[in-house]
């Protein structure tokens, strides 16, 4: 079982790793991102310690290829806040018919009606070991 998870690096990293480190105990291979440190503090992009270059796009386009190779895509919206690239990768997700599931209720309703669901990592998990 493979996920990606996408969330506001700059606002709920800490709790983004949290998501990792839940999913890994689960036997969930996390393809992106890599829990590390941010090492561009400062920056819009961030870029972590185990990213393979600091070119924003490409960082970008390595993610999405992750979310083509995963089972689902997990949105760590803590307060329900999505941003705009964690919206871009939803939406490639959906064309890329991919599970999307928020760890809360997304604060946009079209999201809302967008996603697959709202559950815990340890549910999702299950869902799809179930399936």
């Known amino acids: 079982m493979k996920c990606v998870i996408s969330g506001s690096f700059r606002k709920h990293y800490d709790d983004i790793c949290r998501v990792i480190s839940e999913f890994e105990k689960l036997s969930v291979e996390v393809l992106s991102p890599k829990k590390s ?18 070119d924003s796009k490409e960082l970008e386009e390595d993610h999405l290829n992750a979310i083509r190779q995963c089972d689902f895509l997990y949105i760590c919206d803590i307060g329900g806040y999505i941003g705009t690239s964690t919206l871009l990768e939803i939406g490639f997700a959906i064309g890329a018919a991919k599970a999307v599931y928020c760890i809360e209720q997304p604060k946009e309703p079209i999201i809302r009606i967008l996603i697959t669901g709202i559950a815990s990592p340890k549910e999702t998990a299950h869902i799809y070991a179930t399936t």
């Open 37 to 54: 440190a941010i090492v561009n503090t400062n920056e819009t992009f961030a870029i972590l310690e185990t990213d393979k270059s600091n």
